[in-house]
T-cell receptor, first 115, second 112 residues
Framework: GAVVSQHPSWVICKSGTSVKIECRSLDFQATTMFWYRQFPKQSLMLMATSNEGSKATYEQGVEKDKFLINHASLTLSTLTVTSAHPEDSSFYIC???????????FGEGSWLTVV | TQLLEQSPQFLSIQEGENLTVYCNSSSVFSSLQWYRQEPGEGPVLLVTVVTGGEVKKLKRLTFQFGDARKDSSLHITAAQPGDTGLYLCAGSLTGGGNKLTFGTGTQLKVEL
């Protein structure tokens, strides 16, 4: 079964609105989670590292004011795409590490379409 | 510049054929993972290699980590249509914490 769960699986929103994607670790605590973006038939590009109780660390070129990350608990990180535009349409994936196994698992991904 | 280069980028083969996917870098990784991803889903972990020269087998899949821990390969024997998908290598840089750097990806299609 899934160890990392994302919600929603897909979402359509209008340009200019904001949309929130949730990433939950199931049955384990994740002090660190990661958010990726993936365009069709391309690899995953790391957007940011989500740190529980502190600010997220963003990769170069990722607008922190546009992609808001909140990691308020040890099992939940959220990514909010603010003032979404059609070019933000993409597949967003989160991951978390199971400390005891030193293994990183990925969520099912969330399709965002901005119209 | 991509830190991890995969080759080939695309591969279309017939059922029963063998294939090898390469993952190369100029950087040293403390560990390297291989994932398989199907459209609309998250990547699924296939294997983790941590020791230089390590070879791991998973049924028809053989994974090798280079002696210098800069490269890796995935070999599939007698490919089946169910092997179709996007194969991704991902590495953890020494001192990079839990952050994964993904390879450029190899899209495999196995036809009947």
């Amino acid at each position: 079964g899934a160890v990392v769960s994302q919600h929603p699986s897909w979402v359509i929103c209008k340009s200019g609105t904001s949309v929130k994607i949730e990433c939950r670790s199931l049955d384990f605590q994740a002090t660190t989670m990661f958010w990726y973006r993936q365009f069709p038939k391309q690899s995953l590009m790391l957007m940011a590292t989500s740190n529980e109780g502190s600010k997220a660390t963003y990769e170069q070129g990722v607008e922190k004011d546009k992609f808001l990350i909140n990691h308020a608990s040890l099992t939940l990180s959220t990514l909010t795409v603010t003032s979404a535009h059609p070019e933000d349409s993409s597949f967003y994936i989160c991951s978390a590490r199971i400390p005891t196994l030193n293994t990183i698992y990925f969520g099912e991904g969330s399709w965002l379409t901005v119209v | 510049t991509q830190l991890l280069e995969q080759s080939p980028q695309f591969l279309s083969i017939q059922e029963g054929e063998n294939l090898t996917v390469y993952c190369n870098s100029s950087s040293v990784f403390s560990s390297l993972q291989w994932y398989r991803q199907e459209p609309g889903e998250g990547p699924v972990l296939l294997v983790t290699v941590v020791t230089g020269g390590e070879v791991k087998k998973l049924k028809r899949l053989t994974f090798q980590f280079g002696d210098a821990r800069k490269d890796s390969s995935l070999h599939i024997t007698a490919a089946q249509p169910g092997d179709t998908g996007l194969y991704l290598c991902a590495g953890s840089l020494t001192g990079g914490g839990n952050k994964l750097t993904f390879g450029t990806g190899t899209q495999l299609k196995v036809e009947l």
